[in-house]
T-cell receptor, first 114, second 113 residues
Framework: NAGVTQTPKFRVLKTGQSMTLLCAQD?????MYWYRQDPGMGLRLIHY???????AKGEVPDGYNVSRLKKQNFLLGLESAAPSQTSVYFC?????????????FGEGSWLTVV | AQSVTQLGSHVSVSEGALVLLRCNYS??????LFWYVQYPNQGLQLLLK??????LVKGINGFEAEFKKSETSFHLTKPSAHMSDAAEYFC???????????FGSGTKLNVKP
């Protein structure tokens, strides 16, 4: 009963390094999302995807790139990490129908940029 | 654009007391409404949601919320707090026909023995 799985769970990066966060869902959801969570700011949408091969910008997309080559996977990339990207990252997914869909979250990835 | 306001970033109640967490949204059309709970070092879990129909929605762990269109509110309540309710709670909205979710900034609930 995996649901939404994120890897890695913890990572420390040096400024300027690159990395990719992987999200996988086994619920056949059309929509996938990447959020970041910072104290006092709730969750902010970075990028999202409404289907395989499509991506779109959210509220805070700068410094991040994403890809959705397979329906079940949604990758978040940091090309040149900055300390401001220290955060907890959550992947989520939902069905692509307009019926008050529930969004399901992964357990989070803690990223520290030093 | 949608916005979600949660009044009070921290709420503290005694065990057995009423829990009331406030959520107001701004939208020209009533959206779908959700409450999520986050326990330390975990992802968010759905507590309850309102889509259509009865405006009083019951969720897990004894929580419920009432959609009030005239007040654009969706406050979360629980009659009697338990120590295990200590967590952070997020209100979220999703417009009709558009799978984008907007989250409030969260309310941390502390339950005192």
């Amino acid at each position: 009963n995996a649901g939404v799985t994120q890897t890695p769970k913890f990572r420390v990066l040096k400024t300027g390094q690159s990395m990719t966060l992987l999200c996988a869902q086994d619920m056949n959801h059309e929509y996938m999302y990447w959020y970041r969570q910072d104290p006092g700011m709730g969750l902010r949408l970075i990028h999202y995807s409404v289907g395989e091969g499509t991506t779109a910008k959210g509220e805070v997309p700068d410094g991040y790139n994403v890809s959705r080559l397979k329906k079940q996977n949604f990758l978040l990339g940091l090309e040149s990490a900055a300390p401001s990207q220290t955060s907890v990252y959550f992947c989520a997914s939902s069905y692509g129908t307009a019926s008050g869909n529930t969004i399901y979250f992964g357990e989070g990835s803690w990223l520290t940029v030093v | 654009a949608q916005s979600v306001t949660q009044l009070g970033s921290h709420v503290s109640v005694s065990e057995g007391a009423l829990v009331l967490l406030r959520c107001n949204y701004s939208s020209s059309v009533p959206p779908y409404l959700f409450w999520y709970v986050q326990y330390p070092n975990q992802g968010l879990q759905l507590l309850l949601k309102y889509t259509t129909g009865a405006t009083l929605v019951k969720g897990i762990n004894g929580f419920e919320a009432e959609f009030k269109k005239s007040e654009t509110s969706f406050h979360l309540t629980k009659p009697s707090a338990h120590m295990s309710d200590a967590a952070e709670y997020f209100c979220a909205v999703s417009p009709y026909n558009f799978n984008k979710f907007y989250f409030g900034s969260g309310t941390k609930l502390n339950v005192k023995p």
